[in-house]
């Protein structure tokens, strides 16, 4: 009889490839439980586990059996991947206490470690550990600290690359932003990750997410456009949440300088800021030292390092029956000479992208807009648009993490096609 053995089926090691899991050598219709656990960047636990029967061949493959039970349902290759649950109870919740935060804690480009397990009953049959990179090793990495604050992901030994801004929300810092940076770079695309505000207060950035100025991506723009290894033609820009927001805004204020800008979870509007422990009312973004017109919360909205998430979308649909400052603060979409892609969940538990992207589409048809523009909806979609084989997020038991999960892999998929296309 042949001895188990667990087979990681991918094409490459990057972070973001699709994966499968094969197991051969094992007792037909005999039943085999596949245990999944990977660490977060808090070193926290995140288990999974599925139980399966083995085919008429001795073999499980997750492309192609569904699980009899476990953390995920129905057939999905990569489902013990984004099953993962987090083993210790987080307690009262804190951004200062990143333990406390019950969501998988991706901060850096480390690669990620993950151990799976074969087990008949309860014996171990076979155990193997693999990694999966954010930088290739063809990619090298530079630090920004003059003009902005970035890190530049290129593929060595290339000329006339296309390269992309990359921001992430707002978490600040480089959370979201430098992961897809890499993972971007070591598919062919050039990528800066640039951090604009940080809560902590790292890299000599603003704590705040006030009035950052947008000359600040302007230089940005310079600085790529410099680079001896990058068309200056072929400039794109990609933001989540208040950084979707930002490439809107960006795409509008620099149209010459962006071909094409990818937006996931973005806002049509100015929001106000975020100031924690502040009740004082200013706008996110200023150009030419002013402040950009923007949308006020309601009076009774505080910040705070505890601050509910969940509860935006109550107060950004309460904002927007400010009529007059709504209007006022409209991003002018419109101004844009570049091609589009808005990615957004309709059930967007901090606020309606999916409408505001929607009405994007509206105003750019309405205006014989001349470049090509998308819209993704996912109706089952939330706000979370990570990298894919993580565990994902979810804000509210309306969003099942299934759904964001394949959200997550397929709107990757179709940016990653967007910039192959358009940039």
Not at 66 to 92: F, H, N, R
Not at 210 to 222: D, G, M, V
Not at 391 to 412: C, F
Request: net charge negative; aromatic share 10%; with cysteine.
């Amino acid at each position: 009889m042949l001895k188990p053995t667990i087979e990681m089926v991918r094409a490459t090691e990057l972070a973001d490839e699709p994966i499968a899991i094969r197991v051969n050598g094992l007792q037909a219709g005999s039943r085999y439980k596949v245990a999944a656990a990977m660490p977060d960047d808090m070193e926290r636990k995140w288990l999974s586990e599925a139980v399966f029967t083995a085919d008429i061949h001795g073999a499980i493959d997750t492309s192609k059996q569904a699980p009899e039970s476990g953390t995920y349902q129905g057939v999905d290759a990569g489902g013990v991947l984004w099953s993962m649950q987090l083993q210790m109870d987080t307690g009262e919740l804190s951004y200062d206490n990143p333990n406390s935060i019950p969501y998988f804690m991706k901060m850096n480009i480390s690669p990620q470690t993950i151990t799976i397990s074969l087990y008949d009953d309860s014996h171990l049959l076979d155990q193997t550990t693999f990694t999966t990179k954010y930088v290739s090793d063809q990619v090298q990495v530079e630090e920004i600290n003059e003009g902005f604050v970035g890190k530049y992901f290129f593929p060595g030994q290339c000329s006339n690359l296309p390269a992309v801004i990359v921001v992430g929300g707002s978490g600040g810092g480089f959370f979201w932003s430098e992961q897809v940076a890499a993972l971007l770079a070591a598919r062919g695309i050039a990528a800066v990750a640039v951090a604009y505000f940080d809560f902590y207060g790292h890299y000599g950035l603003s704590r705040e997410l006030t009035n950052i100025p947008l000359e600040t991506f302007a230089e940005c723009i310079r600085w790529l456009q410099a680079r001896k290894e990058i068309d200056e033609n072929r400039i794109g820009a990609a933001g989540i949440s208040k950084g979707g927001e930002l490439v809107l805004l960006l795409g509008a204020t620099f149209p010459e300088e962006l071909k094409a800008v990818v937006a996931f979870a973005p806002s049509l509007y100015v929001l106000q800021g975020i100031r924690i422990g502040s009740s004082e009312k200013s706008s996110s973004w200023s150009y030419q030292g002013k402040p950009l017109d923007f949308l006020p919360y309601p009076d009774d909205y505080e910040t705070a390092m505890n601050f509910d998430k969940s509860k935006l979308r109550d107060i950004h649909n309460r904002a927007f029956e400010n009529t007059e400052a709504k209007q006022k603060s409209q991003i002018p979409v419109e101004r844009m000479k570049c091609h589009l892609l808005l990615i957004s969940g309709d059930k967007d538990e901090l606020g309606t992208t999916s409408e505001m992207s929607a009405e994007a589409m509206q105003i750019l048809q309405r205006e014989s807009y001349p470049y090509e523009t998308f819209h993704l909806r996912y109706p089952n979609g939330g706000h979370s648009f990570h990298i894919p084989n993580l565990p994902p997020v979810s804000l509210s038991p309306q969003v099942e993490l299934r759904d964001v999960a394949h959200a997550e892999r397929d709107a990757w998929t179709k940016m990653m096609e967007f910039w192959q296309q358009y940039l």
